[in-house]
């Protein structure tokens, strides 16, 4: 059994996928520019959200109400004090969706959801 990564039990936590096919760079720029050989390549490609790097910035100012500061680190911040790396960021965060209660915990998750992730 392989163990979970933070970004997968997000993923799980939130129900999304943590692999996704997502539109190949290259093959969006071959067919942009009318190569041909934008046929012969596969148009998509499974790609994992990381929220540990690639995707953090977007997670931790993600918003999930109109108001301008319900964001997802200010949420955290308001709950927990020792959130001064990314891991334990993204550890409280996974707390919270595990077991929070809250209504601002189900909208976190609809947000998360919702949102277009690299």
């Not at 490609?45 to 109109?66: A, G, H, M, P, T």
């Not at 969706?97 to 277009?116: M, S, T, Y």
Request: aromatic fraction near 12%.
């Amino acid at each position: 059994m392989t163990k979970k990564t933070l970004s997968q039990k997000i993923c799980e936590e939130c129900g999304i996928e943590y692999e996704q096919e997502v539109i190949d760079p290259l093959y969006k720029e071959l067919c942009n520019d009318g190569d041909p050989r934008c046929s012969q390549i596969k148009s998509t490609r499974k790609e994992k959200i990381d929220f540990e790097s690639k995707n953090f910035v977007k997670l931790f100012n993600l918003k999930y109400s109109e108001f301008a500061n319900d964001t997802v680190s200010n949420f955290l911040f308001l709950r927990y004090r020792n959130v001064i790396s990314t891991r334990s960021f993204l550890v409280c965060l996974l707390f919270e969706l595990q077991h929070g209660k809250c209504k601002k915990v189900e909208k976190i998750k609809q947000a998360i959801r919702e949102a277009d992730w690299e």
